[in-house]
Structures are given as structure tokens and as C-alpha cells.
């Protein structure tokens, strides 16, 4: 079966609505020439500029994403936004765990599994993000790491339909340090963890579940990665913020 490859943009805490609107200015018409026929495009801005991004990006081909989201619907939850709220201004994809969530702001896999239950059942896709520190790698408890964050991440979901998960492995030495995983690193990990979901889910649903790759990736590596077997697409940090380098990310022959 032919491969469908999926290549999001996170923006981080990057690009607010002036510098979205020159973004997209540029990226727009270039994006509606590249074949998307087996291939998703999607770009996670910070929250405020959400619903102008919509507006511009409205009848393209790219789907909108967002960094986080609460696991409750509505209430008191200062600081946090709803996934039904994502959900209106035309979310599709939310990230989840993300290593920055996890290592700067303490976000647990007991709170992860809540958001990736919330999100779920508002009908958006969650991305949950695992990965190894440098210091887990050295240790060689790189399989152990992200099974745990895996399963507990998933652990509050009673099913899962095709198409409404997908899974991102970013090895936290790897995020924004110029040093990507090796595609033979990645792919190491991609077929654990394929491996794994196909434990809990069955060999065929697993096989359906998108198994995306962050860190470090740029035009010049992505040929590579997206090569391996179990890499179905990629999160993209730094890269994603200069529309002409994510323009070739996107670009790459699968
Ligand atoms: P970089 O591409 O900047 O390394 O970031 C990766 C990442 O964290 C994507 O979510």
C-alpha cells in the first residue's frame, strides 16, 4: 500500500498574526502546487493566532493544529483552552506531550492520558509525543521510556478508530539542537513502538496509525528519514518557520 506522509509545522511560541499573515502570504501559493495526493499537510500556530491562521488558510490543503488542549470541555480551568473551542474555530490535529510540556511546564503522563482523552472524544486527532532524554538514551532506557509514555498516554482511550491518532517520537536531545536521530535511530524506535501499538491494538490497525518523527528535521535530512518503513511523517520545529524550507520539507519525493 502506498504510503501517506504527514509533514506538521509547530510553530511553538513563534509567529503571532502579523508575522502569520506574511507567513502564509508566502507558503499559500506555493503549497497549492506541490502533489498532495498522498501526503498531509498540517501547521500548529500558537493559540492567539488560531483563528486568523484559519481564516487565511481556509479552502487550502493545510490543516490546522493546535499545541495543547484541556482534557474538560468548558469550566474553571484558568489558562487553558477547550478542545470543543479548537474544535470551532476548524482544529483537526491537537499535539499532546509534547517534551517542552513535559519538561518545562511538568506536564505527567497522568495529565497527558487526560488530554489525549479529552481531545479524542471531541472528535479532534490527537498527536501524542513521546521521546527519550539524552541522559535515558545513555542509560539504554530508551524503549522503556517511550513504552511507558505510550501506554499511559493511550491508557484512558477505550477504542481507537482509523484515522484518529497519531503518534509523534521526538527524542528530546534531538528538538532543536541541530543533531537529528539518525533515520536508523528513528526507525529503531518507529518499529518498537509500531510493534507495541500493534500489541494493543491489533497488527492492522497498528500498521494504520501514523507514526511521525521530530527533531532536528530540515530539507536536507528529510529525504532520509521519510525513506525508513515505519517513519510516516514528520513534526517539524525550527525548519517549519521559514515558509520556502517547510515548501521543501513538504516537497520531498515519497
Ligand atoms: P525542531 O525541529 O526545532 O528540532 O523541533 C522539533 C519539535 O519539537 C517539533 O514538535
Known sequence: MAKIAYFIGNWKM????????SYFERFLPEISK??????????????TSLAFARKLT???????????????????????????????????????????????FGETNELIKKR?????????????????????RRLGNTFLVVSEQLKQGLSELEKVEEGRLIIAYEPVWAIGTGVNATPEQAEEVHSFLRDLLASMYGKELAQAIPILYGGSVTPENIADLIKEPNVDGVLVGGASLDPEKFLKIVSVAI
Do not use: W
Open 14 to 21: 513563534n509567529h503571532g498574526i502579523s508575522e502569520a499573515r
Open 34 to 47: 506541490v502533489d498532495l495526493s498522498r501526503k498531509v499537510v498540517g501547521i500548529a500556530p500558537p493559540f
Open 58 to 104: 481556509e479552502g487550502s490543503p493545510v490543516k490546522l493544529c493546535a499545541q495543547n488542549a484541556c482534557f474538560a470541555e468548558k469550566g474553571a480551568y484558568t489558562g487553558e483552552v477547550s478542545p470543543l473551542m479548537l474544535k470551532e474555530l476548524g482544529v483537526e490535529y491537537v499535539i499532546l506531550g509534547h517534551s517542552e510540556r513535559r519538561h518545562i
Open 116 to 136: 489525549v482523552k479529552g481531545v479524542y472524544q471531541a472528535g479532534l486527532t490527537p498527536i501524542l509525543c513521546v521521546g527519550e532524554t539524552l541522559e535515558e
